[in-house]
């Protein structure tokens, strides 16, 4: 019977059989060691001379660092550490070999990892980002299922764009030209007024040729929309699912958190009520550090940092100008020129993981922002029937799930947060 390192406390002083990968090796004298690997955890394996197969001392000879072997042996509580457990060896067999595995113990350069990102998945570092990455997707998950939200995904290829044409990826379909798209809010919006909450969850393209440490061409997004949210109920959600995301990984992350040397006091704190501000106010306190920025421009990463960093928990920043957003981002009556929309700034400089809004919900002005954004009104008329056909109060977000990695991992760089990262200039492998 197979067994898996997660769940050898179970098994003490039984004799089990695993099948992993050589993580590392040495020998001590008369006693040798080798770290197995198997996806669900890491375990020492002691090979003691008189305790072992004989045969199995002369395989340990030639085992390589990532060779895959099928060990068995019996497990013990280690002798110097509570809730540690270990496998003194009895077989081992070579399944497969891994003569001069390219990466080894020593640093080498990012370049380097990249070309090799299909070993580097391999490593510590990168099985605990992964791990972290799969928690955060199930809390998202848990958060909406649990709430009575509806999954229904948007498509990929899309006929329009709801931001514009510039940073997409144009394709053919058939005889047609479409898009990879961007976003699924407005397909959202269609079944939110069918099915009231729902959310989607799935890839997005970006054709920006941006190499910031924030960036990537594909990346994941899931993006709820609620029927008579308006925009502040919709960043009481957002601020809801958060911090249940940030304090579950706290919760059953806590080992991967660790591998990766993350500070949690710094995530301790992220719970609600998050900071809110108004777009007059964040520009305020950038003018104070950045004099050059000009009142009426979108953030940049280093204003939203100066933001950020006045706070010990992500802050929301609302009503920008509504001349930078999207068509279908509402105008608040009340604060004209100003867009009923807002983003979520992550702690720590971390930049921004959400944004989102109220939508314009009137046919008429909804049509005529179309045309000032010069886009084509037959592209939309199905997006019109919305508020044609009974419209509705109704607002919703984005967050990126690669950002939101970066940031509860503590990452400089984004490129680790996905396993198979897509760059302006990389793709490959």
């Not at 090799?116 to 958060?143: G, Y």
Request: with cysteine; charged share 30%.
């Amino acid at each position: 019977m197979r067994h898996y390192i997660a769940d050898l406390k179970n098994f003490v002083g039984q004799k089990v059989e695993l099948k992993g990968w050589v993580y590392q090796h040495r020998s001590s004298g008369k006693v040798k060691f080798l770290e197995l690997r198997d996806g669900t955890g890491v375990v020492t394996c002691v090979f003691f001379k008189g305790e072992c197969d004989p045969a199995a001392l002369d395989t340990f000879e030639h085992v390589a660092q990532e060779a895959s072997v099928r060990l068995t042996g019996t497990v013990r509580q280690h002798p110097k550490q509570a809730g540690v457990f270990e496998i003194g060896a009895v077989e081992l067999e070579i399944l497969g070999r891994a003569d001069n595995y390219p990466i080894s113990p020593k640093e080498h350069g990012t370049d380097f990892l990249m070309e090799n990102r299909h070993l580097w998945l391999r490593s510590r570092r990168q099985h605990a980002i992964l791990r972290v990455r799969h928690e955060i997707i199930s809390a998202i998950r848990d958060f909406f299922d649990g709430r009575g939200f509806t999954l229904t995904d948007a498509p990929i290829f899309t006929p329009s764009a709801c931001e514009g044409t510039t940073n997409l990826f144009e394709t053919k379909y058939f005889d047609e030209k479409m898009y990879l798209s961007q976003s699924g809010q407005l397909y959202m919006e269609a079944t939110a007024a069918a099915l009231g909450k729902v959310y989607c969850f799935g890839p997005t393209f970006r054709a920006e040729k941006s190499k910031t440490r924030r960036h990537l061409i594909e990346f994941w997004m899931v993006e709820p929309e609620v029927a008579f949210n308006d925009m502040y109920d919709n960043m009481d959600l957002a601020e809801e699912f958060v911090e249940y995301i940030v304090q579950r990984c706290l919760t059953n992350k806590a080992e991967e958190l660790r591998v990766l040397e993350r500070d949690i006091s710094k995530l301790a704190p992220v719970k609600r009520p998050f900071p809110r501000l108004h777009y007059r106010e964040a520009v305020e306190m950038i003018l104070k550090e950045n004099p050059a920025f000009k009142d009426g421009d979108d953030f940049g990463a280093p204003d939203e940092t100066i933001v950020s960093n006045r706070f010990d928990r992500p802050v929301f920043v609302h009503h920008f100008p509504a001349a930078i957003k999207a068509f279908y981002m509402k105008e608040d009556p009340k604060d004209l020129g100003f867009a009923m929309g807002s983003d979520l700034l992550a702690s720590e400089g971390y930049g921004e993981i959400i944004g989102g809004g109220q939508r314009e919900d009137n046919l008429e002005t909804l049509q005529r922002k179309i045309k000032e954004h010069d886009l084509r009104e037959e592209d939309f008329r199905w997006y019109s029937d919305l508020r044609r056909y009974g419209t509705f109060t109704h607002s919703g977000f984005g967050l990126g799930i690669e950002r939101t990695v970066t940031w509860i991992c503590g990452l400089p760089h984004v490129r680790e947060t996905i396993p198979f990262p897509r760059l302006y200039g990389r793709s490959y492998p």
